[in-house]
Every structure is written in C-alpha cells, then in structure tokens.
C-alpha cells in the first residue's frame, strides 16, 4: 500500500469526521431550546421515546449526542430512567441512518459539484452569520464535507481494490468471523463514531475490497464497539451515567448477538430486497435489521430490562443537589431547569423549617437532627457554584433570562437561611406585633398550599410585614419612651419583626425568580409543581413582563431596595 493511497484513505475519514461533527454541533445549537423541548414533549411515553430517540439521532448523526442529551435529562430529573432506555433503543436503530444516506446518496448521485459550494456557503453564514443562522451555516458547511470525505474514501479504497484479494481476509471459519468482528470494534474504537466506521466499511464494499457477508460481519463489531466508548465515559459518572452506558452497552451486546445468530438469513433478505447488484443497500438494510430485531425483542420486557439495570447500580440516599452532575452543564438548557430543582428544593426544606420556628413560638429552640439548615446551606453554595459556571448568550433571550432568574432565586434563599439563622437566635417573641407577624408569614410559606406556584401570596405576605415593622416600630418606641414597655423586651420586639419581614422579602423574592426560571410554569414539563398556564406558548421575557435585557438591573434593584427598605431603620 502506497503512501498517497493511505493518505488519501485517512483524509477521507477524516474529512468524513469532521463533516460529522460539525453537522452534529451546528444542529444542536441551532435547535437550542427546541431540542430540550422536543425530547421533553416526545419522551412521555415508551413507545414515543423509541421513536423520538431514532428521529433526534437520525436528524443530528450521532448516537452520541442523544445519549448525552438522555443523561443530562435523567440526570436533571426531567426524565425517567425507563423513558431513557427507551431513547436509547431509539437512537441505536436511528444510527443506521448513516448507512443509508451513504448508500443510497453517497454512492448513486454525484454530489461533487454541490458539496464544495455546500461547504463554501455554509462556511460564508458561520463566519458572517449570528445567533442561529451561523449554526445552520456550519451545520451546512458538514453536510457538504460528509460526501467530500465519502468522494474522498472512494478514491482511496479504489485503488485499495487493486491491490488487495477479498479472498485474503478471513473466511467463513468461525475464528475468521471473530477475527472480522474484533476488527470492526476496533475500527469504531480508533475512529470513536460507529457511523465512520461503518461508512469506511460500505466504501470497501463499494469498491470490491470486501465481500458483503465479509461486510457484514464488520458491521456487527462496529455496532458492538460503541459498547467500548459507552463503558469508558461511565468511568467516575454519576449514577444515571452509569445506568445508561450499562444499558447502552447491554443493548448493543444483544443486538450483535442476535446480529450473528441470523446473519444468513437476515442477509439473505437484505439482497432480496435489494437486489443482487446493490450490495451497499443490503448492508444498510443488514444493519437496520438486527438492529431493529434487538428492540422487538427487549422493548416488551423494558421495565423489567430497566428495573434490572437499577438494582444493579442502586441510587444513593437522595441529596438537594442530586441533579447537578457535570454531564448537565453541557446542555445549558437542561442544566438551568436541574438547578431550577435543586433550588426549589432547598426552598421547600427551608420554608419548611421556617414555619416549624414560626409555629413553635416562644423560645422554645426547635430540634434539627438532619441538619437541615447546614444541608441547605451547603446546597446553595454548590448550586452557586454550579449556575454561576453557566453561559447564556443574551441573544437567547428566554435562556437568558431563565439563568439570571435562577441566580437571582439562590441570592435571595441565601437572604432567607441567614435570616433564618437570626430568627432561631432571637427566637419568636409571643406577643404584641411579632405574633401578628408570624401568622401573616405562616400560611404562605406552606408548599402544598399553593406558595410555589403563586408568587402574588408571599408578594402580599411581604407588603403587610414591610408594613407591620414601620408602624409598629414607631409605636413600640412611642411606649418605650412613655415607660409603657421595658426597653429589652421593646428592641427585641422590633428584632424579631425586623427579621420576619427579612424573611417575607427573600421568600417572595426567590419563589417569583423560581417561577420565571421555570421552563414550563403549567406543569407539563414531569416536574408535578404545577402553576398558571396563562400565557405559557408566550415567550418568557413577554410572559413575565420582565425582558432578558432588564434582568441585570433587577438584580441591584433587588439589593438596593433590600439595603434601603428593610435593612436601615425607617422613620
């Protein structure tokens, strides 16, 4: 094999590769929000799962990237794990796309003169482009580089056919299939993309450097190699990236198995089909076959199949931070609504422990054997961290605002745990203007009594302590000056007011930014929160009254009027 041939072979991959890949990505970002919503609206179901898995893998060209979308769903808690399983049926039966657009596309219709200016023009959009219409420019600029690196691959595995005997690879023994199967693993493993490997491999066959039955074998090891890439990334994973790669890899074995178990006939029913002079579209449909088998045969038993998957690697006793996990972060969208979760459950721990204070009364210390306020604390801080290594573009605008919304959320809860703090130090005085503070705040803060999805209850909550400590600090220090009331009992009245309406303010605060940073305020999106459907089809800046661009200045409005209003004593 000479030098130029092997670089012309190598190029071809390569330039296969990176077509792929920028294809991959310029969709991905294309779609945005689309693609979370539409795995989220079409995965409610096993059966739409299947089918949605397919099609996503099917439009970007990578099993990949739907698998590490399906994670970062299960992992945000927006998805069950057998939904996942079922996704990711779909996107191994959606990877065979690859095969037929090569075989029917790649192989019949000369493309050269349309992917050079394909790849020209989409390079001109990413370049001059912005916002999405530079991503639809590089998802073009791959499409066209996929059938330059396919034109490429065919006129190096021509000249690989002169040379080479099909009759020298490994025959119809049983070691020389193994042989031809390990080959086509370690194929997919060096070239990390099942839809390379397989593409080299209709190439060859295209060419004559291989038989189809010697192809098919191939293919059956490039399936299986997937498995290999799979188990790697799970190394150090969170659990839902174990759970998947387990199934991924379990599903894959199956299928290879069943490949080679009814290889003679599956093949025997590809030529039919395709007929004796269309070898490359026998393979596809090969390829689609066994594939398509492996889910006839385990999505009827896929609770049992996922169940089993779960008891093999349990979920550890449950955390406020549960559905943070660096795999999310990669999806921006995906990763503000798991941190829109983990905030609103160290909201419902936090309210939770603030009424269990407020209805103590007194000075009874309450007992926080779970450590609730330290868990809680350390939940924000990590949450924090977590939003705060986000980025947004401003372009985007719900995004956007979802994420400064969010950041405004955990500001504000991290208000409240410090006020918090300062109740369960003074402790709840039992009379005069504290007790009518402490039944204005009780009700709202109640979860299940509807605080979360309505903000307007703690906004009035809010307004009546705002209230309640300028007028009654005024007549608390009126009688204290009369002598009417001891002077300690008197500036503890007035702390302990002062810190009620701290804590009416930041819950208001970080419920309203809560329900802004939520994607879907009706409920639909498997949250069970619920919350007002009205203008839900609306865009976010357009249904909060609040634009992206206005967000920033919300913040130190927010702070400013925190300092002025409720932290310096008002006459």
Not at 490 to 502: G, S
Request: charged share 20%.
């Amino acid at each position: 094999m000479n030098v130029a041939m092997m670089t012309g072979i190598l190029g071809g991959i390569g330039i296969f590769l990176l077509g792929m890949i920028l294809l991959t990505e310029g969709l991905k970002a294309a779609a945005g929000n689309a693609l979370r919503a539409m795995v989220q609206r079409f995965t409610r179901g096993p059966g739409t799962a299947l089918v949605s898995g397919a099609a996503l893998t099917a439009l970007v060209q990578s099993s990949s990237a739907t698998t590490l979308t399906t994670i970062g769903f299960v992992s945000a808690g927006l998805l069950s794990f057998p939904a996942a399983v079922a996704v990711i049926f779909g996107a191994n039966l959606g990877t065979t796309s690859t095969g037929w657009l090569v075989s029917t596309i790649g192989f019949k219709v000369s493309l050269s003169a349309v992917a050079f200016p394909l790849v020209g023009v989409g390079a001109i959009l990413r370049l001059l482009g912005r916002g999405r219409g530079a991503h639809a420019g590089m998802a073009l600029a791959g499409f066209g580089l996929i059938f330059v690196g396919i034109d490429v691959l065919r006129i190096g595995m021509e000249g690989l056919a002169a040379m080479v005997d099909p009759a020298a690879f490994p025959g119809a023994t049983l070691l020389g299939r193994i042989l031809l199967v390990g080959i086509g693993l370690v194929m997919t493993v060096v070239m990390q993309s099942s839809s390379a490997a397989v593409t080299t491999t209709l190439t060859a066959l295209h060419t004559g450097s291989i038989g189809l039955e010697q192809a098919a074998f191939l293919v059956i090891g490039q399936n299986m190699g997937t498995t290999v890439k799979a188990a790697l990334a799970s190394i150090g994973g969170s659990i839902p990236v174990k759970r998947t790669a387990l199934a991924h890899i379990l599903f894959n074995l199956v299928t290879g198995v069943l490949g080679l178990l009814l290889l003679r006939p599956l093949l025997a029913g590809a030529i039919f089909l395709a007929g004796p002079d269309d070898p490359e579209v026998a393979l596809a449909i090969f390829h689609s076959a066994f594939n398509l088998i492996g889910v006839l045969v385990l999505f009827p038993v896929l609770g049992r199949f996922s169940g089993t998957i779960e008891r093999l690697i349990p979920e550890p006793e449950p955390t406020l931070t549960r559905h943070l996990h660096p795999s999310v972060a990669q999806l921006p969208p995906v990763a503000i609504e798991a941190a829109r979760r983990s905030t609103e459950s160290v909201a419902r721990v936090l309210f939770e422990r603030c009424r269990r204070v407020l209805e103590a009364g007194g000075r009874t210390p309450v007992q926080d054997p779970y450590g609730e306020r330290r868990q809680a604390g350390e939940a924000i801080a990590q949450i924090r961290t977590f939003v705060s290594g986000l980025r947004t573009a401003p372009t985007q605008e719900d995004e956007h605002a979802r994420h400064l919304s969010l950041l405004h959320a955990v500001d504000h809860l991290d208000g409240f745990l410090g006020a918090l703090g300062d109740l369960e130090g003074v402790g709840v005085v039992a009379d005069g203007g504290a007790v009518q503070g402490r039944r204005i705040l009780d009700g709202p803060l109640d979860f299940g009594g509807g605080a979360i999805r309505d903000a307007t209850l703690l906004e009035a909550a809010s307004r009546q302590l705002s209230e309640l400590r300028k007028s009654h600090r005024a007549r608390i220090l009126e009688a204290t000056a009369r002598g009417e009331l001891d002077p300690a009992h008197a500036w503890e009245e007035i702390e302990v007011i002062k810190v009620l309406d701290r804590l009416g303010y930041h819950a208001w605060r970080a419920v309203r930014h809560l329900r802004i940073a939520d994607a879907d305020p009706s409920g639909e999106n498997g949250g069970g929160e619920g919350g007002p459907a009205d203008g839900k089809d609306e865009p976010l800046h357009q249904r909060t009254g609040h634009p992206a661009k206005d967000m920033t200045s919300e913040l130190f409005a927010d702070r400013e009027d925190d300092a002025v209003e409720r932290q310096l004593p008002a006459n």
